[in-house]
């Protein structure tokens, strides 16, 4: 018998030519590409809506914060329910009213001080450099009227545009006041009506997760304003404080614009510590203002080493990581309201998620306390006789 070479066998054709494991990596591939895309979309039209959805954003979490106040006034104190409403409205535009009031009067105050002591110091600024570096006078004032005409005073130049963009700004701010004010006020006559329509809006077999996941993720909203409530009190009790024993002037508006600035996490409280460690080194020279630094430094080591892992961290249950990862994208993506809502969405999407994958809204579909919304603790493993 002659020996014939065996015959290769015929390469797979179709769906069977690609190995599981690429076939595997592609449908996860176009699938991830589909979220991201939807994703994309949604933060764009976010951003282009930005007029409208801040405001709403804004009076979903002054809400998350009202809401047991005048459920308070309502069950404690017997309020019907208009005067409940009407009394936690008041309230909070009381409050804030009176904090701004408090500010812009402290610094009219101080105004013509600041306005002196700024110039005196910049006078001794220039005497510094011209001893320091052996600049003369001319020099120095021939760069700052460099600067003044880069400026350019004329129309269409930054300072025009920049007035124009105020101006702009301003008209905003009102009319997104009045949203948020508008919005909220629905938010505490009609919140549950409102709830119900949006939850018919899902399949009827999805609406029980979807009720019990957004009823998980309001508490952690509530919890979340009421604990940023007292990190900013402390934030701004503490550098107001620290401003008010080094001597500085303005101490009191100082400690209430870092009241206000913490909301923003990490922002917030740096930028206005900068500013009282600037009047530090305006009024009182350059070591008062090391000592100021120092305080703040103190007081924003204590907000993240105490108060964030023992006050926030189980509030909002979000490390820490998380926490600094959201908020430096959110205010790459949108800036300040970025900054401002990044940390309460993470937390909202963070417990969203682990209701729904736990499957508590199955045993409990309407969660009212933050035991509620934990998994149930695993069982022991039972020992082997």
Not at 321 to 336: D, E, F, S, Y
């Amino acid at each position: 018998m002659f020996w014939r070479p065996k015959a290769d066998p015929l390469p797979p054709a179709g769906v069977d030519a690609v190995a599981p494991a690429m076939r595997t990596a592609a449908a996860w591939s176009w699938r991830v590409l589909v979220v991201a895309g939807a994703i994309g979309v949604l933060i764009f039209l976010i951003i282009q809506l930005r007029l409208i959805v801040i405001p709403l954003l804004i009076g979903v979490l002054l809400a998350a914060l009202l809401v047991p106040f005048a459920t308070w006034l309502k069950h404690r104190l017997r309020f019907p329910h208009w005067l409940a409403v009407t009394s936690a409205m008041l309230t909070l535009v009381s409050v804030v009213t009176a904090l701004i009031w408090l500010v812009v009067a402290q610094v009219r105050a101080g105004w013509p001080s600041l306005q002196d002591r700024s110039v005196d110091a910049f006078d001794e600024f220039l005497v510094w450099l011209s001893t320091t570096f052996g600049l003369s006078t001319d020099e120095i004032t021939g760069w700052i009227d460099g600067i003044v005409a880069e400026l350019d005073f004329s129309t269409g130049g930054p300072l025009v545009t920049g007035a124009l963009s105020v101006s702009t700004t301003a008209v905003e701010l009102l009319t997104g006041t009045v949203l948020v004010l508008f919005s909220l006020l629905f938010f505490l006559i009609d919140g549950p009506n409102i709830w119900r329509f949006v939850v018919r809006l899902f399949p009827r077999t999805a609406r029980p997760a979807v009720d019990g996941a957004a009823r998980a993720g309001w508490i952690t909203l509530t919890n979340f304003s009421k604990v940023q409530i007292f990190v900013a009190f402390v934030d701004g009790l503490g550098i107001g404080l620290i401003a008010w024993g080094l001597g500085l002037p303005l101490a009191l508006p100082i400690g209430v614009a870092v009241f206000l600035a913490s909301f923003v996490p990490f922002v917030g409280a740096l930028v206005t510590g900068a500013l009282a460690v600037l009047i530090a080194l305006v009024y009182n020279g350059p070591f008062i203002a090391l000592l100021m630094l120092g305080g703040v430094l103190l007081v924003q080591q204590i907000e993240g080493n105490v108060l964030q892992p023992l006050i926030m961290g189980p509030a909002v249950r979000v490390h820490p990581l998380a926490v600094v990862l959201a908020v430096t994208t959110g205010g790459l993506l949108a800036g300040i309201p970025g900054t401002l809502f990044a940390v309460p969405i993470i937390a909202f999407l963070n417990v969203v998620v682990r209701y729904i994958a736990s499957g508590r809204w199955r045993v409990i579909p309407h969660p009212m306390t933050l035991s509620d919304i934990q998994p149930p603790p695993a069982a022991p493993p039972q020992e082997r006789s």
